[in-house]
């Protein structure tokens, strides 16, 4: 049922990946969103883009999955960067406190806008 409710779609590059997530990011879902995250980060880029662009709704369980591959990618000194998060996401990422934990971005070729 979850893999229904969520698309991640994985777009390989030799220095960043992406991992566009498309649908719901939640308790059901949560765990795709930690084995692709940890799959970008043994892909020895240096950097992975979350394109949360497509992302409908996202729970405190959806938050702790890409809280998981931020601390997995920082331990192999690989940098997290959140691409167009809507405002559903950015509601709970302000509301927890968890975006300045991030570089934030408008699309996957603007500057930093966080």
Do not use: K, W, Y
């Not at 709704?57 to 959140?82: E, K, P, S, Y």
């Amino acid at each position: 049922m979850g893999e229904e409710q969520l698309t991640i779609d994985v777009g390989p590059g030799s220095e960043c990946v992406t991992l566009r997530l498309i649908g719901e990011v939640d308790l059901l879902t949560a765990p795709l969103v930690r084995d692709a995250g940890s799959a970008a980060t043994r892909q020895h880029a240096l950097s992975i883009r979350l394109d949360l662009s497509g992302v409908t709704f996202m729970d405190l369980a959806g938050l702790d999955a890409i809280l998981a591959t931020r601390r997995r990618a920082l331990h192999d000194g690989v940098q997290v960067h959140l691409v167009e998060p809507g405002r559903n996401v950015m509601r709970v990422l302000e509301a927890t406190g968890t975006d300045r934990l991030f570089t934030i971005t408008r699309d996957e070729t603007a500057e930093d806008v966080a």
